[in-house]
């Protein structure tokens, strides 16, 4: 049996103006392909491109029909084709996903690789066009397609919180944002406008592309090469993100919906992100707080006051968010809302067992040696690296986690500021 | 010990019965870093009406299940959590109407990790007290479940398509149900159900066979189990063939309306390559109806009636079977219309070949794919195997499939007489 990998090691070089990324691995019985455009977050551009991933994922030059484009992924073995938005802290990333079986499984020899290049250089140099624009037919579709996505976040009470509560904490800074965009924004884009747009992204803003796979690298940067050419200009460079403000005074925002459960959110700034050395401890200074079920909020909202099924602390790493979740009964409110804070203010004066740290430090690790057993996350951690300009090697970052001591978890967690309680509860009278 | 080697997708499974009667499958996955191991014990939220032989009939609260699954990890000398962060593995747990599982994953110390999940559910120990508290907490778990308008949608559909079988009823019961649980009662459950003849281990990942089938030998030889095993009686309802409800509505927060529209199987009671048979035959003939390559996927989406969450799936259990189709539409009468109206054309002018082949490979690339996860081939392959099925059967069956078979199945199962409607929509949309 191979010795399993330790380490997250893609190959780079650049192709036809692309950062490329490849990591040749046994493991998988696919080849994941996922390209990255990088755009800034911000209310001008946001709509437009996540817009973009509806459109560009209907029909391209060759297969102007989308049913037919559906049908030639099923032949490729049920080639699995996506494209979203995703928001890391204040940049939008456009991300073009395709995954392929290995064709050494399949009992007939199709070159499935190939043709998966072929088709993602389709996808997003030869989109379908009609009259240098994109199609006002499929763009039409695609605005009411998107729009009912943004309609539908209500559906998910605990990512509608979220977003309330991210609302509320960044009113004036474009992290507020939503990553798919505005529904008042969507009149006014038309076809034309839309693929000049495309355009100039996809010629000067940062695309990486990554690989994971039983590939070989000589052969991938050949298959980039000639399927994946799009014309690259001198490259923008995108605005600084994620400015760190400081807190004036701590807020409450109540919202009201048809919930029988009340949707506790408290938001912290952390002035830590993923580039700066205290990143690590950063990590285990959530972990202790909220990250796992020997966490402090999981042990006391829930094992100890039995106030909820669920008490967790998230964060979100480069624009610097800690966000403590629960789902309560809103009667007891005040109680939750006192014991959360008083979790955090444990982890700032440092009462932290040794037990604790132990822990929290053994699952992370253990958290981050899982994602080598996954195409999907290897490219995210690699991504985070470069979208941040901080590049670690798993191996450092485990090494950062093992070196941590209470003294730095204290540190970090001093940064830490409590920014917005947020509720979101039934339509019934007062509380 | 034995060992099975499947060549086309290149795995290689070894599996013994202990003389308890615990059945044991390891699955050494090459250059995988972590492991996952599943503990399950056949035994779900349907199981609610039970003897043992030369017992009485006996009748629990609904919910119990899920509750003793809540209760397994309580101790009286130490946190099982903690046992596992200790050597940084996670848990988790989760019950389904017919099976109890309990899981952790690691990337180091897999022997320590087994030996801390096969202890921890052959120890119960429920107090009044922990019972009590418990009570707290699931009530906020079904709260969150209240709220959630997938699983409103998806529960009430099962409501209406079933009767008398339990599968009607929720697994985690309700907050009147709940409150009748005692420690008694989880007692009486849990001396029926884990025994280990009712229970399966699977651990796949990263490790040597042959030292952990030892590791797990050596831990149920040091305990003592009821000798014979219990044979387990379980009594079903007869569930007529019909149709509780054609329709039902409910009323939550959401963005769109959602519908989904269930078929339900008339004739059940298979096993075995029967079963796995008639569950790849539905998935082809759902995705060549259904699927994105299909001309009703293409026309529904371009008439604005779904979005991208529209989806289809097939459940087969040996006693209840259903299909389920549909997903968020501005119109749910209308979406209703429009699939009936496919389902109709097609069996007047049947499937075309080459709409069968083209689902054929999608479904051969998909299960390839899913043999990445090794979460997936530990549940799909612990389900599997209570029902008599092979999880590494599939690919043969798959490629065995005639249209003649799905056009017959066709026939059989999308009746209109046995198709039920759940509508959600939000109390401002309600007509």
Same mark, same amino acid.
């Given at each position: 049996?191979?010795?399993?990998?330790?380490?997250?090691?893609?190959?780079?070089?650049?192709?036809?103006?692309?950062?490329?990324?490849?990591?040749?691995?046994?493991?998988?019985?696919?080849?994941?392909?996922?390209?990255?455009?990088?755009?800034?977050?911000?209310?001008?551009?946001?709509?437009?491109?996540?817009?973009?991933?509806?459109?560009?994922?209907?029909?391209?030059?060759?297969?102007?029909?989308?049913?037919?484009?559906?049908?030639?992924?099923?032949?490729?073995?049920?080639?699995?084709?996506?494209?979203?938005?995703?928001?890391?802290?204040?940049?939008?990333?456009?991300?073009?996903?395709?995954?392929?079986?290995?064709?050494?499984?399949?009992?007939?020899?199709?070159?499935?690789?190939?043709?998966?290049?072929?088709?993602?250089?389709?996808?997003?140099?030869?989109?379908?066009?009609?009259?240098?624009?994109?199609?006002?037919?499929?763009?039409?579709?695609?605005?009411?397609?998107?729009?009912?996505?943004?309609?539908?976040?209500?559906?998910?009470?605990?990512?509608?919180?979220?977003?309330?509560?991210?609302?509320?904490?960044?009113?004036?800074?474009?992290?507020?944002?939503?990553?798919?965009?505005?529904?008042?924004?969507?009149?006014?884009?038309?076809?034309?406008?839309?693929?000049?747009?495309?355009?100039?992204?996809?010629?000067?803003?940062?695309?990486?592309?990554?690989?994971?796979?039983?590939?070989?690298?000589?052969?991938?940067?050949?298959?980039?090469?000639?399927?994946?050419?799009?014309?690259?200009?001198?490259?923008?460079?995108?605005?600084?993100?994620?400015?760190?403000?400081?807190?004036?005074?701590?807020?409450?925002?109540?919202?009201?919906?048809?919930?029988?459960?009340?949707?506790?959110?408290?938001?912290?700034?952390?002035?830590?992100?993923?580039?700066?050395?205290?990143?690590?401890?950063?990590?285990?200074?959530?972990?202790?707080?909220?990250?796992?079920?020997?966490?402090?909020?999981?042990?006391?909202?829930?094992?100890?006051?039995?106030?909820?099924?669920?008490?967790?602390?998230?964060?979100?790493?480069?624009?610097?968010?800690?966000?403590?979740?629960?789902?309560?009964?809103?009667?007891?409110?005040?109680?939750?809302?006192?014991?959360?804070?008083?979790?955090?203010?444990?982890?700032?004066?440092?009462?932290?067992?040794?037990?604790?740290?132990?822990?929290?430090?053994?699952?992370?690790?253990?958290?981050?040696?899982?994602?080598?057993?996954?195409?999907?996350?290897?490219?995210?951690?690699?991504?985070?690296?470069?979208?941040?300009?901080?590049?670690?090697?798993?191996?450092?970052?485990?090494?950062?986690?093992?070196?941590?001591?209470?003294?730095?978890?204290?540190?970090?967690?001093?940064?830490?500021?409590?920014?917005?309680?947020?509720?979101?509860?039934?339509?019934?009278?007062?509380? | 010990?034995?060992?099975?080697?499947?060549?086309?997708?290149?795995?290689?499974?070894?599996?013994?019965?202990?003389?308890?009667?615990?059945?044991?499958?390891?699955?050494?996955?090459?250059?995988?870093?972590?492991?996952?191991?599943?503990?399950?014990?056949?035994?779900?939220?349907?199981?609610?009406?039970?003897?043992?032989?030369?017992?009485?009939?006996?009748?629990?609260?609904?919910?119990?299940?899920?509750?003793?699954?809540?209760?397994?990890?309580?101790?009286?000398?130490?946190?099982?959590?903690?046992?596992?962060?200790?050597?940084?593995?996670?848990?988790?747990?989760?019950?389904?109407?017919?099976?109890?599982?309990?899981?952790?994953?690691?990337?180091?110390?897999?022997?320590?990790?087994?030996?801390?999940?096969?202890?921890?559910?052959?120890?119960?120990?429920?107090?009044?007290?922990?019972?009590?508290?418990?009570?707290?907490?699931?009530?906020?778990?079904?709260?969150?479940?209240?709220?959630?308008?997938?699983?409103?949608?998806?529960?009430?559909?099962?409501?209406?398509?079933?009767?008398?079988?339990?599968?009607?009823?929720?697994?985690?019961?309700?907050?009147?149900?709940?409150?009748?649980?005692?420690?008694?009662?989880?007692?009486?459950?849990?001396?029926?159900?884990?025994?280990?003849?009712?229970?399966?281990?699977?651990?796949?990942?990263?490790?040597?066979?042959?030292?952990?089938?030892?590791?797990?030998?050596?831990?149920?030889?040091?305990?003592?189990?009821?000798?014979?095993?219990?044979?387990?009686?379980?009594?079903?309802?007869?569930?007529?063939?019909?149709?509780?409800?054609?329709?039902?509505?409910?009323?939550?927060?959401?963005?769109?309306? #959602?519908? $989904? !529209?269930?078929?339900?199987?008339? %004739?059940?009671?298979?096993? *075995?390559? +029967?079963?796995?048979?008639? @569950?790849?035959?539905?998935?082809?003939?759902?995705?060549?109806?259904?699927?994105?390559?299909?001309?009703?996927?293409?026309?529904?989406?371009?008439?604005?009636?779904?979005?991208?969450?529209?989806?289809?799936?097939?459940?087969?259990?040996?006693?209840?079977?259903?299909?389920?189709?549909?997903?968020?539409?501005?119109?749910?009468?209308?979406? #209703?219309? $429009? !699939?009936?109206?496919?389902?109709? %054309?097609?069996?007047?002018? *049947?499937? +075309?070949?080459?709409?069968? @082949?083209?689902?054929?490979?999608?479904?051969?690339?998909?299960?390839?794919?899913?043999?990445?996860?090794?979460?997936?081939?530990?549940?799909?392959?612990?389900?599997?195997?209570?029902?008599?099925?092979?999880?590494?059967?599939?690919?043969?069956?798959?490629?065995?499939?005639?249209?003649?078979?799905?056009?017959?199945?066709?026939?059989?199962?999308?009746?209109?007489?046995?198709?039920?409607?759940?509508?959600?929509?939000?109390?401002?949309?309600?007509?």
């Amino acid at each position: 049996m191979a010795a399993p990998a330790k380490e997250i090691s893609f190959q780079s070089s650049q192709v036809n103006g692309l950062n490329l990324h490849i990591m040749p691995t046994e493991k998988f019985k696919t080849t994941t392909i996922v390209v990255m455009i990088e755009q800034e977050l911000s209310q001008a551009y946001v709509t437009k491109t996540a817009l973009l991933a509806h459109v560009l994922k209907r029909a391209t030059a060759r297969f102007p029909d989308t049913r037919k484009l559906s049908e030639h992924l099923d032949m490729l073995y049920g080639a699995i084709f996506d494209i979203d938005v995703v928001k890391k802290g204040e940049r939008q990333i456009l991300q073009v996903y395709l995954e392929v079986p290995n064709e050494k499984y399949l009992s007939d020899s199709v070159p499935l690789l190939e043709q998966a290049f072929q088709f993602a250089g389709e996808v997003l140099v030869h989109p379908y066009l009609e009259n240098h624009a994109f199609s006002e037919k499929y763009l039409n579709t695609e605005k009411e397609s998107l729009r009912k996505r943004i309609e539908s976040l209500i559906d998910d009470k605990m990512r509608y919180a979220n977003q309330r509560i991210t609302e509320e904490m960044f009113k004036d800074e474009p992290f507020s944002l939503l990553v798919y965009g505005r529904r008042e924004d969507l009149a006014a884009i038309d076809g034309a406008g839309l693929y000049r747009y495309y355009q100039e992204l996809l010629s000067r803003n940062p695309i990486d592309v990554f690989v994971v796979g039983d590939v070989e690298s000589a052969q991938i940067q050949e298959y980039v090469k000639a399927h994946v050419k799009p014309e690259r200009r001198q490259p923008v460079t995108l605005p600084p993100a994620n400015a760190q403000k400081d807190v004036q005074q701590v807020r409450e925002v109540v919202d009201r919906l048809d919930v029988s459960q009340g949707k506790l959110n408290i938001g912290c700034r952390t002035h830590v992100t993923y580039k700066d050395d205290d990143y690590p401890a950063l990590q285990v200074c959530n972990g202790i707080l909220g990250g796992f079920p020997h966490s402090k909020l999981f042990i006391n909202v829930r094992e100890k006051a039995s106030l909820a099924y669920y008490a967790v602390s998230r964060l979100e790493s480069h624009k610097g968010v800690l966000m403590m979740m629960s789902g309560i009964d809103v009667a007891n409110y005040e109680r939750a809302v006192s014991i959360m804070k008083e979790q955090l203010e444990q982890v700032k004066a440092g009462k932290i067992s040794d037990e604790e740290l132990n822990l929290t430090k053994a699952t992370l690790t253990n958290q981050f040696r899982e994602l080598l057993d996954s195409a999907r996350m290897m490219i995210d951690f690699t991504y985070n690296g470069l979208l941040s300009g901080r590049k670690r090697l798993l191996t450092e970052m485990l090494q950062a986690f093992a070196d941590t001591t209470l003294e730095d978890v204290k540190r970090v967690a001093d940064k830490i500021q409590l920014d917005t309680i947020y509720l979101l509860r039934d339509r019934k009278e007062s509380v | 010990m034995q060992t099975t080697t499947f060549q086309q997708v290149n795995e290689t499974l070894y599996s013994e019965q202990l003389p308890n009667g615990l059945k044991v499958y390891l699955l050494p996955k090459m250059g995988f870093g972590k492991t996952y191991a599943v503990f399950t014990t056949r035994y779900g939220s349907i199981d609610s009406h039970f003897r043992i032989s030369g017992g009485a009939e006996v009748h629990v609260p609904d919910g119990i299940a899920h509750f003793l699954e809540h209760k397994m990890f309580d101790k009286q000398d130490r946190d099982v959590f903690q046992d596992f962060s200790r050597n940084g593995a996670s848990c988790n747990a989760f019950t389904t109407f017919n099976r109890t599982a309990y899981l952790f994953s690691c990337t180091d110390l897999v022997e320590e990790n087994l030996n801390i999940l096969l202890d921890f559910v052959q120890e119960p120990y429920f107090t009044e007290q922990s019972v009590e508290k418990e009570k707290g907490i699931i009530g906020q778990e079904i709260r969150m479940y209240d709220d959630n308008p997938d699983w409103k949608v998806y529960t009430s559909l099962l409501k209406a398509m079933y009767r008398e079988h339990p599968v009607r009823i929720e697994i985690a019961g309700t907050v009147e149900s709940i409150a009748k649980i005692t420690k008694d009662t989880l007692y009486q459950c849990y001396e029926t159900f884990y025994h280990p003849s009712n229970m399966i281990l699977f651990v796949v990942g990263s490790f040597d066979p042959e030292a952990i089938m030892q590791a797990v030998r050596k831990n149920q030889a040091g305990k003592s189990f009821s000798s014979p095993a219990p044979k387990i009686e379980r009594f079903f309802p007869q569930e007529p063939a019909a149709l509780a409800q054609k329709q039902v509505e409910n009323h939550l927060a959401v963005g769109l309306p #959602k519908c $989904m !529209i269930g078929f339900k199987d008339a %004739h059940v009671g298979l096993s *075995g390559e +029967a079963l796995l048979r008639r @569950e790849m035959t539905t998935k082809l003939l759902l995705d060549i109806l259904f699927g994105t390559s299909s001309a009703l996927y293409q026309k529904l989406y371009e008439a604005g009636l779904i979005t991208e969450s529209f989806d289809y799936d097939y459940t087969c259990e040996q006693d209840y079977a259903y299909s389920l189709v549909g997903g968020d539409t501005p119109d749910p009468e209308r979406l #209703k219309e $429009m !699939i009936q109206q496919e389902i109709s %054309h097609y069996l007047q002018t *049947g499937i +075309a070949q080459d709409e069968f @082949e083209r689902s054929k490979r999608k479904k051969i690339g998909h299960f390839l794919r899913s043999l990445n996860s090794i979460e997936y081939i530990a549940n799909q392959f612990t389900s599997y195997t209570f029902n008599g099925t092979d999880l590494f059967a599939v690919l043969p069956v798959l490629e065995s499939i005639t249209l003649q078979e799905v056009t017959e199945r066709m026939g059989e199962h999308l009746r209109f007489d046995q198709m039920a409607v759940s509508i959600v929509r939000s109390a401002a949309n309600r007509e």
